[in-house]
Each structure stands twice: as C-alpha cells, then as structure tokens.
Nanobody
Framework: QVQLVESGGGLVQAGGSLRLSCAAS????????LGWFRQAPGKEREFLAA????????YYADSVKGRFTIFRVNANNTVYLQMNSLKSEDTAVYYC?????????????????WGQGTQVTVFS
C-alpha cells in the first residue's frame, strides 16, 4: 500500500505562483513514476505532468507546458509541482498520483495510487 499526501494548495492571484508538494509513504522501496492531475468543477480529471523515478524523464500536458514544472526529491519521497503564471482556469482540485510502471508516456492510464487532492483557487 502507498499513501500520497498533497500540500501547498490555496488562494493565489492570477499571474502568481504556487508550489504543490506530495509526499509518498508505504511501499516506496520500488521505482515508481509520480505525477499530477487536476479536476475543475463540472469537468473531467485532467492529466498535467509526470516524472519517472530517476527524474530524467518528464512529460507534460500541452495546457501547462512552459508554465508548470514537475520535479522530485527521492531522498524524502516527494514530488513537487511548481506552477507559474497562474490563470483563473487553473482553479481546480489537484491530485498527486503514483505509477509503479515508471513510464511517463503511459502514466495517464496506469495510475496505481491517488492522493486525496488539494484545492487551488486562482482569483483575478
């Protein structure tokens, strides 16, 4: 079993930045990819970014490429999502996810565990 706990969500003005964190615990001795999704009210869950175990491979959705950066620190089993130039349409619940397949290209369809989500609200 794996537990994922997100933090760092909150209120931010449009144009501002926010960094989300997700700490993994439990069965974390195997290599795994980590990533982020979000879900806005009335919309489907949307993939944002993924990163493999070594951190050398990342994959981004076009909607956030250039604005969001995913990175991880394996020493503390944590993945981060740095979000810059935030827009009102970035308002959503952000979810951390884990895939033991460790393949960023297939991450969207291979999630093994989900976090509980953290709310991000961008106001103008």
């Amino acid at each position: 079993q794996v537990q994922l706990v997100e933090s760092g969500g909150g209120l931010v003005q449009a144009g501002g930045s926010l960094r989300l964190s997700c700490a993994a615990s439990g069965r974390t001795f195997s290599a795994y990819a980590l990533g982020w999704f979000r879900q806005a009210p009335g919309k489907e869950r949307e993939f944002l970014a993924a990163i493999n175990w070594s951190g050398r491979r990342t994959y981004y959705a076009d909607s956030v490429k250039g604005r969001f950066t995913i990175f991880r620190v394996n020493a503390n089993n944590t993945v981060y999502l740095q979000m810059n130039s935030l827009k009102s349409e970035d308002t959503a619940v952000y979810y951390c996810a884990l895939d033991f397949g460790n393949n960023v290209a297939t991450f969207q369809a291979s999630v093994d565990y989900w976090g509980q989500g953290t709310q991000v609200t961008v106001f103008s």
